[in-house]
């Protein structure tokens, strides 16, 4: 693995990465398909949602007038940062009061965050975050080639500084939307057993497993559970 190059202090530039999955004469099959669905499912998707982006857009800034989009540093691939597009779900100066409540932390591993009534959220952050609205705009990071539709979920740069050796083998790929964990208790999982399942996933991944994620996710985002 390459974990110097990992080191989100380090990976600041664009950097040559290879899968490891096998190529047939140069060409790797997986990596193409995979890419090609990212695009065809985010474009779909951006079009499709462009009522629902107007109508969460019109609700938040009627709330508290401030900005709709909140721009979240993560760190991507083999350590790239880059910044990922969610909708606002909190109040305007959420971050500097995030210390505040950092011992309130349901999580009982500090390499994540996680408070199921965090006093930051809005009326309306707490409706969009509870069926993943907020994350919809992520479409346009998936366009962009900084994430996919599968594979482990973008990491905060505060977490990857907490990494232990393993943890790093999850940022061998892109980070994506929705991934094993996601589909199976999303924020109720421990952050141990997503690294286990984030690991499962990268070992196993396939363009059918992909797919079978992606169905996966549907209910489980309409029932809402597990979301703070």
Known sequence: MMHAMMNPRL??????FTTGLPLVQGVDFYGHSKRALDIIISTLAILACIPLFLMVAIAIKCEDGGRVFYWSPRVGRAGRRFQCLKFRSMVVDADKHFE????????????????????????VGRWIR?????????????????MSIV??????????????????NRIDVLPGLTCIWQVSGRGDVPFDRQIVM???YIRSRSFLTDLKLIVKTIPVVVSGKGAY
């Open 100 to 123: 505040n409540i950092r011992s309130l932390n349901q999580h009982t591993d500090d390499r994540t965050f996680k408070l199921p009534r965090d006093p930051r959220i809005t009326f």
């Open 198 to 200: 984030d690991l499962e």
């Open 151 to 168: 594979g482990p979920r973008p990491a905060l740069l505060e977490e990857v500084q907490r990494y232990r050796e393993l943890d790093y």
């Open 11 to 16: 990976a600041n530039d664009a950097v040559t």
């Open 130 to 146: 509870r069926y993943s609205i907020d994350e919809l705009p992520q479409f346009w990071n998936i366009l962009c080639g900084d």
